[in-house]
């Protein structure tokens, strides 16, 4: 069974970080693409982040470029997002998801994210 | 890298069908054929319904079909069912970034 468990959210001061991980299990991790996606509260979804499975291939949307970094480590079959200068407007449920070329197949059940002071 | 366009909302009685448009650019919709469908219903992780256009994943009803004309992609879901009711966004493709729709919220009547 595919599982993807999101866990590093929280709260935090604008300005702040917060790096989140995503544990992936019950799939080839290493040869799969992977991807951050977001919601704010009462909003649709944003594409945040991708990265090919070497790491080769790296994109940010133009709203987080800059301040977020996507990275995983195939050892570990683990994603994670570091994310820096945290802006109220960051406030949302932060899902990974597998798949590559905009198929997202698999998702996670999200993390919370709440910057405020 | 501007969000889809689609329509606020659709609805049907069940048994009736709905078609969600979903239009871009020739950047992403119109210059890939990468185009995919997610279902949403409340509290829930997104779910994909329709991958490459038109192509459904294995354990998704037959009821949901996708289209793309020149811009502007499609999802129809014949046949409604009550458990249809949800957001329904599209996502596409693009050289160096991905794009959802805004988002349709499907009511079943």
């Known amino acids: 069974e595919v599982q993807l468990v999101e866990s590093g959210g929280g709260l935090v001061q604008p300005g702040g970080s917060l790096r989140l991980s995503c544990e992936a299990s019950g799939f080839t991790f290493s040869t799969s693409s992977m991807n951050w996606v977001r919601q704010a509260p009462g909003k649709g979804l944003e594409w945040v982040s991708s990265?090919?499975?070497?790491?080769?291939?790296?994109y940010h949307a133009e709203s987080v470029k800059g301040r977020f970094t996507i990275s995983r480590d195939n050892a570990k079959n683990s994603l994670y997002l570091q994310m820096n200068s945290l802006r109220d407007e960051d406030t949302a449920v932060y899902y990974c998801?597998?798949?590559?070329?905009?198929?997202?197949?698999?998702w996670g059940q999200g993390t919370l994210v709440t910057v405020s002071s | 890298q501007s969000a889809l366009t689609q329509p606020p909302s659709a609805s049907g009685s069940p048994g009736q069908s709905v078609t969600i448009s979903c239009t871009g650019t020739?950047?992403?919709?119109?210059?890939?054929?990468?185009v995919s469908w997610y279902q949403q219903h409340p509290g829930k992780a997104p779910k994909l319904m329709i991958y490459?256009?038109?192509k459904r994943p294995s354990g998704v009803p037959d009821r949901f079909s996708g289209s793309k004309s020149g811009n502007t992609a499609s999802l129809t879901v014949s046949g409604l069912q009550a458990e249809d009711d949800a957001d329904y966004y599209c996502?596409?493709?693009?050289?160096?970034?991905?794009?959802f729709g805004t988002g349709t919220k499907v009511s079943v009547l």
């Open positions: 490459e256009v038109s």
């Open positions: 996502l596409s493709y693009a050289d160096n970034y991905r794009v």
């Open positions: 990265i090919s499975d070497t790491s080769s291939y790296i």
């Open positions: 998801a597998q798949g590559s070329f905009g198929a997202f197949g698999y």
């Open positions: 020739s950047s992403d919709v119109g210059g890939y054929n990468y």
